[in-house]
T-cell receptor, first 113, second 113 residues
Framework: GQQLNQSPQSMFIQEGEDVSMNCTSS?????WLWYKQDPGEGPVLLIA?????ELTSNGRLTAQFGITRKDSFLNISASIPSDVGIYFC?????????????FGQGTTLQVKP | DAMVIQNPRYQVTQFGKPVTLSCSQT?????MYWYQQKSSQAPKLLFH???????NEADTPDNFQSRRPNTSFCFLDIRSPGLGDAAMYLC????????????FGSGTRLTVV
């Protein structure tokens, strides 16, 4: 089945540093989504990408939909302690009505004040 | 505020005792999904409804069932919970198609004793 390979698996950084994480796949996706999940909570959508090559920002977050439609990255600039959590990429390759999501394995981010 | 609400947030059940988790939405979205998430893993899709049409993932155990009596509500029934079913269960909704992200609930943490 389709898989998303997300890396790195975990990161431990100093407050103020920039962070970069990415997802790759052997399959072509129509949509890439980036979510953040805090402990004991559901994932919250950070950025949605709908077109190949699209670069989108949301505050200190920037994400890009790869031109081949098989990859995406998420950058966080000037990290702060509340950035701590698990970041998931997710892709939609089903163009039928249901838009089923496939998730990457997640990147656990820890920020040292 | 429009949202996806899961009840209860925490559920403890006995081994083999049927349990039902509930999800409601005020977004009027067509599609409702149930995901299982085990510790430090990506969410895994169990099944979804597009309106009243039920779609089961091939590897979802028969022990898991779902009901969607109307647009707003969806239930996850675990007929005979085992220790391996202890997990976070996430409900999500979307309009369907590949141009819309998911909205997740806060999840129900299931413990099996």
């Amino acid at each position: 089945g389709q898989q998303l390979n997300q890396s790195p698996q975990s990161m431990f950084i100093q407050e103020g540093e920039d962070v970069s994480m990415n997802c790759t796949s052997s399959s072509i996706f129509n949509t890439w989504l980036w979510y953040k999940q805090d402990p004991g909570e559901g994932p919250v959508l950070l950025i949605a990408l709908y077109k190949a090559g699209e670069l989108t920002s949301n505050g200190r977050l920037t994400a890009q939909f790869g031109i081949t439609r098989k990859d995406s990255f998420l950058n966080i600039s000037a990290s702060i302690p509340s950035d701590v959590g698990i970041y998931f990429c997710a892709g939609q390759l089903d163009s039928s009505n249901t838009g089923k999501l496939i998730f990457g394995q997640g990147t656990t981010l820890q920020v040292k004040p | 505020d429009a949202m996806v609400i899961q009840n209860p947030r925490y559920q403890v059940t006995q081994f083999g005792k049927p349990v039902t988790l509930s999800c409601s939405q005020t977004l009027n979205h067509n599609v409702m999904y149930w995901y299982q998430q085990k510790s430090s893993q990506a969410p895994k899709l169990l099944f979804h409804y597009y309106d009243k049409d039920f779609n089961n993932e091939a590897d979802t155990p028969d022990n898991f069932q779902s009901r969607r009596p109307n647009t707003s509500f969806c239930f996850l029934d675990i007929r005979s919970p085992g220790l391996g079913d202890a997990a976070m269960y996430l409900c999500a909704t979307s309009r369907g198609g590949f141009n819309y992200g998911y909205t997740f609930g806060s999840g129900t943490r299931l413990t099996v004793v």
